[in-house]
């Protein structure tokens, strides 16, 4: 049967013991030291990148924010143009209509001294040819039928001017 030597088991025992000393003076420690090292530079990280997350949520809304300002602002110029575009061609219909309105006046006006012009040399030409008629009359003697010719002669005359 098998018979357990003391011996070999107290050896086998300081031999783990030792191993287990070993392993944790040089290897365990510093393993542990490397894990906890790396769990904290992970944790620093993790904290890192939940800061930069954070502040690019802020910018991002900063931005936006920003955004919708020039937007508003945009649309109040726009609405500013619009309103001073209609406000010039209002003006500038306004101004057509008083200078269409001048254009019109002035051509009535003109319109009236051409006619009082053509009323006036229509009165001076009636003038000279009852003149004239009336030279011829006391140059000739005169009878009914001469009479009569001469006033359809200067009727004839008169139709001629118009």
Partial sequence: MNLIDIRQVVTQALGFLLLVWVMRRWAW????????????????????AERLQAEAQ????????????????????????????????AEMKTQAQQE????LQRAEEDIGR?????????????VHLSIRTAEKILRQKIDDATQRKLVGDFVDEVGTLR
């Fill in 29 to 48: 420690t510093p393993l542990l030291g490397m894990l906890d090292a790396r769990r904290e530079r992970i944790a620093a990280e993790f904290r890192e």
């Fill in 114 to 126: 051409e006619r009082e012009k053509a009323k006036e040399l229509l009165k001076a030409q009636v």
């Fill in 100 to 103: 269409a309105a001048r254009r």
């Fill in 58 to 89: 802020e910018t991002r809304g900063r931005y936006e924010q920003e955004l919708r300002g020039i937007e508003a602002q945009a649309r109040l110029r726009l609405n500013e143009a619009v309103t001073e575009g209609q406000r010039v061609a």
